[in-house]
């Protein structure tokens, strides 16, 4: 896999709201609540994204329950890898800028 | 006091934020979109600044309304593959896309729309204009390039976003 994809900020979001199960207002709510309400994932941009996920094999829908009717989605193996990688490079442009300006500290 | 008003409009396709604009601003003096019609726009009286509307070009019918209706969005109607919806103010900030790439990829379908039915427009025209027996030739090539004219303005639109990319997302 290619090991230098960087995420955009919503495509993180999502990905990580979809540790657990999660349907798309529980993921919008999620990415809110998570960012302090810093990050709202607008409806459509939402179902774009989630259809492009699916494609990659990130996430997967759910077998949708009859009663609710609402399409639960959920991280793959790959999607949890491409999440951690992205963690990663993260943490290391948190420690390049903190190494950088920790005298204007 | 009536209830409802009719009002009939015409909107170029590439003008559909200005479309979204002006609903806004009825929604905001008190007559919020119920019933959508070829150029045609059916208001109800709605407390002034009680909803949002919003407009999205989404052809396909996968769901995507359903899902809509989901995170709380009323569906109003579809007019020629764009559908519209409307949102209570007082229920939280009402957006269809939040990020430039989704906004990008909304014109990108605009655009594909556009371009298709100015080719058909340009073929049945140049086809026309050949042959003798038809003289109607020129209402398609008129056609094609205003949709042409349409398919730049949308180009425009999509570079000024793509600029802004290069530096955030």
Redesign the interface.
């Known amino acids: 896999m290619n090991e230098n994809i960087v995420l ?3 495509t993180y979001y999502i990905l990580l709201s979809l540790y657990r199960p999660q ?3 529980g993921i ?1 709510q999620q990415a809110d609540q998570l960012s302090d309400g810093r990050v ?10 989630l259809n492009a996920l699916c494609e990659k094999g990130w996430i997967v829908p759910l077998p949708v329950d009859k009663e609710s ?3 639960e989605y959920k991280l793959t193996e790959k999607g949890l890898q491409v999440l951690k990688n992205e963690l990663e490079r993260l943490r290391q442009l948190v420690k390049n800028g903190e190494e950088i300006l920790k005298e204007e500290r | 006091m009536e209830e409802r008003k009719v009002i009939r409009k015409w909107i170029w396709v590439w003008d559909f934020e200005k479309e979204e604009r002006w609903l806004n601003e009825m929604a905001q003096s008190g007559w919020v979109l119920d019933k959508i019609g070829y150029c045609r726009f059916e208001f109800k009286r709605c407390e002034p600044g009680e909803y949002v509307v919003r407009l ?1 070009l ?1 052809p396909e019918n996968d ?2 309304v ?3 209706q ?4 009323e569906y109003i109607g579809n007019m020629l593959q764009w559908k519209y919806f409307r949102k209570k103010a007082e229920e939280g ?1 009402f ?5 430039i ?2 906004r990008i ?2 014109l990108n379908k605009i655009g594909k729309m556009l371009s298709g039915i100015g080719t058909a427009n340009l073929v049945i025209g140049l086809a026309n204009s050949i042959n003798p027996e038809v003289h109607m030739g020129w209402i398609n090539l008129l056609c094609a390039t205003l949709l042409m004219y349409g398919l730049g303005r949308i180009h425009g639109k999509k570079e000024a976003l793509e600029k802004e990319r290069l530096l955030h ?1």
């Open positions: 955009t900020e919503s349907h798309g207002y919008m709202r994932l607008a409806a459509g941009t939402l179902y774009g994204a009717r609402k399409k | 999205e989404h769901g995507y359903e899902f809509m989901e995170t709380g969005a900030s957006d269809i896309f939040s990020d790439d989704s990829g909304h997302e």
